[in-house]
Nanobody, 117 residues
């Protein structure tokens, strides 16, 4: 079992920044990647960013956020962060933390990010 607790969403003006956090606990040894998805109205889902837990900790970014968002991990705290800069109204969505465990996927509860003036 893996538990994911997210924090850091909210309302921000266009051009602003937010940092999302995802604190993980449980059977982390068998988790091979963590990342963030976002869900838009109409049930569209997008993988925003992901870290693969290999020796290089390679990161993946969606084209829509590359250069504006940064994913990082604090190993000591088992926490993954998503630093979001230069936010745009089209970034408005519910953001979910995701962990890929060898047995199944785990999801956080979701946090709303709203970019509006």
């Amino acid at each position: 079992q893996v538990q994911l607790v997210e924090s850091g969403g909210g309302l921000v003006q266009p051009g602003g920044s937010l940092r999302l956090s995802c604190a993980a606990s449980g059977s982390m040894l068998r988790v091979y990647s963590m990342g963030w998805y976002r869900h838009f109205p109409g049930n569209r889902r997008e993988l925003v960013a992901q870290i693969i837990f290999t020796s290089s900790f390679a990161a993946y970014y969606a084209d829509s956020v590359r250069g504006r968002f940064t994913i990082s991990r604090d190993n000591a705290k088992n926490t993954v962060y998503l630093q979001m800069n230069s936010l745009k109204p089209e970034d408005t969505a519910v953001y979910y933390c995701h962990a890929a465990h060898e047995s199944r996927d785990y999801w956080g509860q979701g946090t709303q990010v709203t970019v509006s003036s």
